[in-house]
């Protein structure tokens, strides 16, 4: 009986030291994984989301962005922080948990970004639900357009629209 417990802690001790060392060198913040699906269905969720200025109609030209025309919409969450006219207050972050998203209406595609552990995270998902650009990819090339001057949490639709 007393053999079989410390068989029992043994392996359980072994298994957990191979599990740490397995993960412990991982260049991107495993608190930060997060899947295109779970993104997907999020952006489908018509009820989660207000759109930009509460204007469900409004089409925005988007000359300045690589998408073209698209529809915003911010999930509740984010929708808290729009407190100064409809946008975030200037030197203010949206709180862990925010969605923003564009409906792009050339082809249906969301692009989105989603903040998790003070993060955002990016990605564009297809109509059918493939993606465009994953989520688990590097997001350098979204961010380093969206650091622009004006930016604020690194949202630019509010220096446009
Ligand atoms: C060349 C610059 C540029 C690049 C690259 C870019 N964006 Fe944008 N993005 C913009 C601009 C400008 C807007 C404001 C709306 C518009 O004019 O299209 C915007 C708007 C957005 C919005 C709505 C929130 C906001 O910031 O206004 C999302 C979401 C978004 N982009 C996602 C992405 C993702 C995901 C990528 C990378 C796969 C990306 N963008 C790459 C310029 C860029």
């Known amino acids: 009986m007393r053999a079989t417990l410390l068989v029992g802690i043994s392996i359980l001790t072994i298994t957990s030291g191979v599990f740490y060392s397995c993960t412990k060198d991982v260049a991107k913040n ?85 903040k998790k552990e003070g993060t955002w995270l990016w990605a564009e998902i297809n109509a059918d639900g493939s993606s465009a650009y994953s989520v688990n990819k590097d997001p350098s090339v979204c961010t380093s357009c969206h650091a622009q001057s004006g930016q604020r949490d690194l949202v630019v639709s509010f220096n446009f629209y």
């Open 30 to 114: 495993p608190l930060l994984a997060y899947s295109d699906k779970a993104l997907f269905d999020s952006c489908k969720n018509a009820t989660a989301f207000t759109y930009y200025k509460n204007a469900p109609g409004m089409i925005y030209p988007g000359t300045n962005g690589p998408h073209g025309a698209f529809k915003l919409k911010f999930n509740k969450i984010a929708t808290t922080s729009l407190t100064d006219n409809g946008k975030l207050p200037v030197g203010q972050q949206f709180p862990n948990g925010s969605m923003i998203v564009k409906e792009v209406q050339s082809n249906g595609m969301y692009a989105l970004m989603f």
